[in-house]
Every structure is written in structure tokens, then in C-alpha cells.
RNA sequence: CGGGGUGUAGCACAGUCCGGUUAGUGUGCCUGCUUUGGGAGCAGGAGGUCGCAGGUUCGAAUCCUGCCACCCCGACCA
């Protein structure tokens, strides 16, 4: 078979991008930095979509939809915030164009300045504090929990196809709340929704955690995030949930009523994930056939490739075929069944293998003959002959079992990959030969976290919620530290 | 914005140093026959402003000048 693929061992970087591209989900489009995510990645997408969107309402939230343009000054009215945000952003200043005097083309109208320019949102939660000033008046009022899907632009040097593009997809909670533990605890409550999803769709373990000061949402007072390990060795910031304290509210003057009559500020949280999602769920699992998808985000579970010499066969095992795509259907299993005589079996195997199919079905006279049919699972590449008698039941056990398997691969790599480090030579040694996770001790200082960073490129990761407390010295000053944190180099 | 590199068929590239038939290879595409249980074989065919502009020359993908675009490494990136 001729290999469509770098291997992932080779080049991991040129495998990824290959994969991406070959397996049709995304491309680079004709807009430096932009991505086009074509039919079977946003397939995938929308998958994630669906479940993340149904977790969001069954704890209570809703969706709308704010502008994609935001004033400059709504912009600046946090500092942190602009701080953040201000060297990555695309800025609209005309609205028209005219055509060119000479005739050839057209070129923006001089005459077209906009009074203030817009910026094309970088993340939304300047425009939507400003608008929360008009709904909110009194505690009857909150909490106000909305969440956006919407895509948003930041303006990055350099880009990579899911990681990191110019423009993106993601969702966007805001939730406005009446007291600060509130607001903590929804800030929890969406990082644990993340979590969830991670491990249980995506077949991801997480790692839950405090981002450092440095490594925080600008403006926020906490971030929340859940990193994930990809085959490489390094981490991918997977989700974000922010704790925003009352600065939006004091930014954009929203107050309310409490019951005591007393005037206050709204507390603040807000919350993403986005199209990167993509990104960890194709280096989280894939191989060197290609993607490796889990069952409950493949856009098809079971494919079906009719095997024949003639079209008489052909018939006679599309008919057969049809047959069982209609009663897996009916046991809830998505089923694609590729009759196309345009393409041939074995060309089929290796397609859908690429694009991650969990089970692929192979059915041929041979079989129709027995009452059986081929079964090959992606994750292992295993193939067994079943009987095609119970085939439903089989197969929806099947994929909980790949489900499940994906996630234990996923997971015993991860713990395998989590190191307890506690020199600074042993720090270094580990992430230039191992990589992976490394739990070490820090002093807490931004300055430390700084020169690690620099001359390692490692970054803390998260400070995990669940490390349990220990005395220990810091790796890089000695320095008294009461917990370790996740170290990683990081995409 | 620095350092390096590349522009030749849909895609991937050779040819450029040392100018010389009708610009080539792989892959993909189209047609036909044979194939079909792991990305088929053979035969035929279509497809090119050689990034753009100017110059040198009898003659330029090739040499010279200018411009443009893209890629990689930095800077940037919760």
C-alpha cells in the first residue's frame, strides 16, 4: 500500500498537517492565516458542538448572538484587557470602496473613514459587558447566563491549521452573577462541563487546573484551564474558564440592587472552547493510518464497503447491505454505506481508515453465502468474521468498547507521561529526552515562571486543582513551595 | 520587522550553476480493455503566460536589474 502519510515518529509537525489535509478536514485558504474546515471536519465539529451545547442548557444557560464589530473604546476600557489583546487585533477603518480613477479595480474611498474605528472582536466580553449595563438593574435580574457560538479573530504571526488560525470557531459564556461565590462556582462548574467533555466525547483525559498569574486571561482574577497531552509530548490548552472578579462591571459601570437595597457590582465569569478542539482530538489519538476518531464524535460510527465482481453481485450484496444499514439504523448507529462503483475496496480500507471510521463493515458474496460479515475496528485494527444474525447488538457494544479503549490508550500514555521531578538537572534532562507532563516544585513568582520559560521553553501549565499539598523547593531557586505544579512545553 | 529559502501542468517536483530541438517526471484527471476480499495493470489522451516587468543575446525557464507572492526560522501567540 503506498503511504499517503509522513509517519508521526519522523516528522510530528508534517504529519499532523498532512493528516489534516489528506483525511479532508481542513485546508489553507487563499486568506494568509485562515483555514477553510471543509464537509467532514465541520461534520466533526459539529458533533462537539451538539454535545457541548446541550451540556451548557442542562446547567441552565442560553444562547444569543452579539456583534462581530466592537468600538475602540469599549475596547480600551479595561486595561488588562487591551493589554491582552491589543498587538493581535484586525481594525476596520473605512466603509466603502470606490472605483479606481484609472478604471482598473477599486480602492478604498479616502472619504470613507469611519469616525471611530471597529475592531473585529478578539473575544467579546467588552461588547457584552456593555450591553449587560442595560439588562442588569437588580439582583431580579441575575444571573444572566448566555453563552455565543461565533467565530473571532486575532491577528497571530504564525498559524497552524486547528491550533491556531487568524480566525477561528469557538462558544463564548458570559454569565453575570449577584455575588462573587456564585460566579466561582460557575467558573468551576464550566471548567468540570469541559473536563467532562474532554474525557467522555472526545476520549481525552484532562488535566484540571489554575493558570499562573502570568499565564491568565487578561483581566481576569482566575483562569481555570484543562491541558491535555498530546503524542508528541507536549500540552494543548484545551478550555478556558475565567473568574473575572467585578472588573468588567466596574469597566463598563453595571451595577444592581441587592435585597438589602445596597448598590453593587456584577461578578463575572466567561468561558471558550473553540475550533482547537479539533486539533487536540487529532494528535490525542490518530496514527499513522490516520485519524483515529471516537465513536460518539464520528460523524459516521460504522462504514459499510460492498465487495463484488459483477453487477449482478453488486445487486445482490447492496441489497444485503442496505438490509443491515437500515437495522443499525434503527439501533441509533450513524451508517454511511459506500455503494460507489467508482472506487475500489481496497482504495475504500485505506480512505476510511484516514478519516478515522470506527468500524468498517466488508460485505461480499463470500459472506452472503455464510451469513456473515467482516468487522474491522479502527482503533486496534483488528479484524473478526461475525454473523450477521445480532449484528446490531454487536456492534453498538462495539463501539462503547472503542470508546472506551481509545480513552484507556489515551489515558495510560498521559499517566505514563507524567513525570516527579525535583532538580533542575533532572528538569532539563527530562524535557529534552522525555517530554510530557513534568510535576515540580515553583517559588510562585512570575520571575521564575519567566526564566524557566525562556530557557526552556517550558511553561507552567496549570497549578492542578487536585494536587494534593507537599513541602518542597523550588527547581530553579530553592525556594520554599507548598505544591507542584504542571510543567510542559506547549503548543 | 530581521535571517534563510522557494516560485515550472490540479498537486508534488526535476531542469537553472555551464543559455541551444517541440520544457520533462511522478501523481491526479479523461477514454478503452483487463481487474475488484487492502490505495490495480496496460494502452491512449487532455492539461504550461516556466511568478510579473524590463534588459542582454541570433536564441532565455536558464544570465542581469527591479518588483510581487508564498514558505521556513526568529520576534508575536491567556
Not at 416 to 422: K, Q
Request: hydrophobic share 40%.
Amino acid at each position: 500500500m503506498a503511504k499517503v502519510l509522513t509517519s508521526r515518529k519522523e516528522n510530528y509537525a508534517q504529519w499532523y498537517n498532512d493528516l489534516v489535509i489528506k483525511a479532508g478536514l481542513a485546508e489553507n485558504s487563499a486568506v494568509r492565516g485562515c483555514m477553510v474546515i471543509k464537509p467532514y471536519g465541520y461534520a466533526i465539529w459539529e458533533k462537539m458542538q451538539a454535545e457541548l451545547d446541550r451540556m451548557f442548557k442542562e446547567t441552565g444557560h442560553e444562547n444569543a448572538y452579539f456583534p462581530l464589530f466592537i468600538p475602540k473604546s469599549f475596547f480600551s476600557k479595561e486595561a488588562d484587557h487591551v493589554e491582552g489583546f491589543a498587538k493581535e487585533c484586525a481594525v476596520v477603518t473605512h466603509y466603502r470602496l470606490k472605483n479606481k480613477d484609472d478604471g482598473q479595480g477599486v480602492e478604498v474611498d479616502p472619504a470613507a473613514k469611519l469616525e471611530e474605528e471597529l475592531i473585529v472582536r478578539p473575544t467579546s466580553e467588552t461588547i457584552i459587558w456593555n450591553t449587560y449595563k442595560n439588562w442588569i438593574q437588580s439582583y431580579r435580574d441575575l444571573p444572566i447566563l448566555v453563552n455565543q457560538w461565533a467565530n473571532v479573530v486575532r491577528w497571530e504571526m504564525r498559524t497552524r491549521l486547528f491550533l491556531r488560525t487568524a480566525e477561528f470557531l469557538w462558544q463564548e459564556g458570559h454569565t453575570a452573577h449577584a455575588t462573587r461565590k456564585e460566579a466561582e462556582e460557575e467558573t468551576r462548574q464550566m471548567i468540570d462541563i469541559y473536563a467532562d467533555f474532554a474525557q467522555n466525547y472526545m476520549a481525552l483525559p484532562v488535566i484540571q487546573g489554575h493558570k499562573s498569574e502570568g499565564e491568565r486571561f487578561a483581566g481576569a482574577l482566575d483562569t481555570l484551564a484543562i491541558e491535555a497531552l498530546m503524542q508528541d509530548g507536549k500540552a494543548l490548552q484545551a478550555g478556558t474558564s475565567h473568574f473575572l472578579g467585578q472588573n468588567f462591571a466596574k469597566a463598563f459601570d453595571v451595577t444592581f440592587t441587592d435585597k438589602t437595597g445596597k448598590l453593587d457590582h456584577v461578578w463575572a465569569t466567561s468561558w471558550g472552547v473553540s475550533t482547537r478542539l479539533m486539533g487536540a482530538l487529532i494528535m490525542g489519538h490518530s496514527d499513522d493510518n490516520g485519524l483515529v476518531l471516537p465513536p460518539k464524535l464520528a460523524p459516521h460510527q460504522v462504514v459499510i464497503v460492498p465487495i463484488y465482481k459483477n453487477d449482478e453481485q453488486y445487486d445482490t450484496v447492496c441489497q444485503k447491505g442496505e438490509e443491515i444499514r437500515k437495522a443499525l439504523l434503527k439501533k441509533g448507529i450513524s451508517v454511511k454505506f459506500d455503494k460507489r462503483d467508482t472506487q475500489k475496496p481496497g482504495w475504500k480500507f485505506a480512505e476510511y481508515e484516514l478519516k478515522g471510521v470506527p468500524i468498517r463493515l466488508a460485505l461480499g458474496m463470500r459472506d452472503i453465502e455464510n451469513g456473515t460479515i467482516e468487522v474491522a475496528r479502527r482503533d486496534t485494527m483488528k479484524k473478526e468474521i461475525m454473523p450477521v444474525e445480532g449484528l446490531p447488538e454487536k456492534i453498538s457494544a462495539l463501539l462503547d468498547d472503542i470508546q472506551e479503549g481509545i480513552y484507556n490508550k489515551a489515558l495510560k500514555f498521559r499517566d505514563d507521561n507524567i513525570r516527579y521531578v525535583d532538580t533542575w538537572d533532572e528538569f532539563i534532562n527530562t524535557l529534552e529526552n522525555k517530554g510530557g507532563f513534568i510535576m515540580a516544585h515553583w517559588d510562585g513568582t512570575a520571575e521564575t515562571e519567566e526564566r524557566i520559560q525562556n530557557e526552556t521553553k517550558a511553561s507552567i501549565r496549570v497549578i492542578p486543582i487536585d494536587s494534593r499539598q507537599e513541602e518542597g523547593k523550588c527547581i530553579y531557586t530553592g525556594k520554599p513551595s507548598k505544591q507542584r505544579v504542571l510543567f510542559a512545553r506547549a503548543y
